[in-house]
Structures are given as C-alpha cells and as structure tokens.
C-alpha cells in the first residue's frame, strides 16, 4: 500500500534577469499503486494509477506565490515538471530516512527493555 507524503524542496532560481532568487516548493507527493491483473479468486483485476504530485505550492521570502504569477517568477511548464520529479525523489528519501529512523528507534526500544541501553 503506498501513501502519500507531504515535501518540500528549495529551489533557486536565476532565471529573472539574472538575480539568483531562493524558492521553496511544496506538494503532496502520491506514488500510484501498480496495476493488479488479477485478483486472489482468479477474477479479472483492475488498472493501478500513476504517479502524482498534488497541491503544489511555490513560496518566496516565506510568502505563497499564487500559480497565477509562477511564470513571472520564471517557473514555466517544463520546469515545475522538473521540480514535480524532484519533489517525488525528496519524498521518497524522506521516506527511507523515516522507515530508517523507526527501525532504529524500535532496536533501541528493545534493548532498553532488556536493560541494555543509555
């Protein structure tokens, strides 16, 4: 089962006459679930669905920028394609660095109940 994951990324820009310009942007990464042919009885599956990005937001000078303006800010399609991609990769980081940190704090839960740990 996948799940979704809020990110962020910071991004700079030096796309408007040449001044570099630090942004963040955020969205709700979805991972799509893979297409299931069939299921346990033998019955005909379904079509999974595909990777999403939602709710993307671009925040300058800690202030949301409207999707109105993006492209004044230099953000054309190609590019929040790009930084949809990137926020997918962050996610999923993100998600490796947390099921890493559960694993962790759950072996030392286990050895400070056997009275082995600081």
């Known amino acids: 089962m996948s799940h979704s994951r809020k990110t962020e990324i910071t991004w700079t820009s030096d796309t408007l006459d040449g001044v570099e310009r630090e942004y963040v942007v955020k969205g709700t990464c979805c991972p799509g679930e893979p297409d299931v042919w069939y299921l346990p009885n033998g019955d005909p599956g379904y079509p999974g669905s595909p990777p999403e990005v939602e709710d993307v937001e671009l925040w300058f000078n800690g202030k949301k920028v409207p999707e109105s303006e993006w492209e004044r800010h230099g953000f054309t399609d190609s590019e929040i394609e790009s930084l949809e ?24 839960s286990r050895l400070e109940d056997r009275g082995w740990g600081s």
Request: glycine share 4%; charged share 45%.
């Open 85 to 108: 991609s990137r926020l997918f990769k962050q996610a999923a980081k993100d998600g490796q660095d947390a099921e890493a940190d559960a694993a962790d704090h759950k072996r030392k």
